[in-house]
């Protein structure tokens, strides 16, 4: 089963942008589905972004134009490079990979505070 650790988090203002990364081990992250998701305090888990194996993205339309997910499977890596942040982006973010047949490993988050 993949083991992922995400990093990258901190405090920024509003506007500003950060690149959160989610390094992969013991298993290569090339065959899964990668997702970003995030948990805002007093709130549900959401999806934020996903990228399959291929390369497809998907976004939640709330950072649609603003972030972008990447994954680079030479490093056992994925990426999401947030851009234009607000306070409403305060959560933990948290990587997941997921394949039919090997299910689903998370990371333990990293939080991410957008101060006005």
């Known amino acids: 089963q993949v083991q992922l650790v995400e990093s990258g988090g901190g405090l920024v203002q509003s506007g500003g942008s950060l690149r959160l990364s989610c390094a992969a081990s013991?298993?290569?992250?090339?065959?899964?589905?990668m997702h970003w998701y995030r948990q805002a305090p007093g709130k549900q888990r959401e999806l934020v972004a996903a990228?399959?194996?291929?390369?497809?993205?998907n976004y939640a339309d709330f950072v649609k134009g603003r972030f972008t997910i990447s994954r680079d499977n030479a490093k056992n890596t994925v990426y999401l490079q947030m851009n234009n942040l607000k306070p409403e982006d305060t959560a933990v973010y948290y990587c997941k990979s997921f394949r039919v047949g090997l299910g689903a490993s998370w990371g333990q988050g990293t939080q991410v505070t957008v101060s006005s």
């Open positions: 013991k298993s290569s992250i090339s065959i899964y589905v």
């Open positions: 990228i399959t194996s291929g390369g497809g993205t």
